[in-house]
């Protein structure tokens, strides 16, 4: 399995962008996540979504601004991320966890999203 993140991009605080992950590979039962890595911090988790779409869990940091999706036929995951802040400049990995795996063992490339004040 393989991972492509793309829609990154510089964008004015109060903006929006939307990421995209495509995945090679049959991942339409995995479970599929967004990660960031600010500079000089840790990588931290955004949000993640269960193989059926059906459930989402957001960091609080996010919760209300950002909403992930997934469209299974087309084995991609979103991010769509409205009213940005500066703070949310970071490079953002998608990730993706097979059936039974205790944790995400597909990752991608990573997307720069910079957000100016």
């Known amino acids: 399995v393989q991972l492509q993140a793309s829609g990154g991009g510089l964008v004015q605080a109060g903006g929006s962008l939307r990421l995209s992950c495509a995945a090679s590979g049959r991942t339409f039962s995995y479970t599929k996540a967004w990660f960031r890595q600010a500079p000089g911090k840790e990588r931290e988790f955004v949000a993640t979504i269960t193989s059926s779409g059906g459930t989402t869990y957001y960091a609080d940091s996010v919760k209300g601004r950002f909403t992930i999706s997934r469209d299974n036929a087309k084995n991609a995951v979103y991010l769509q991320m409205n009213n940005l802040k500066p703070e949310d400049t970071a490079v953002y990995y998608c990730?993706?966890?097979?059936?039974?795996?205790?944790?995400?063992?597909?990752w991608g490339q990573g997307t720069q999203v910079t957000v100016s004040s």
């Open positions: 990730a993706a966890q097979r059936v039974g795996a205790s944790g995400f063992g597909y």
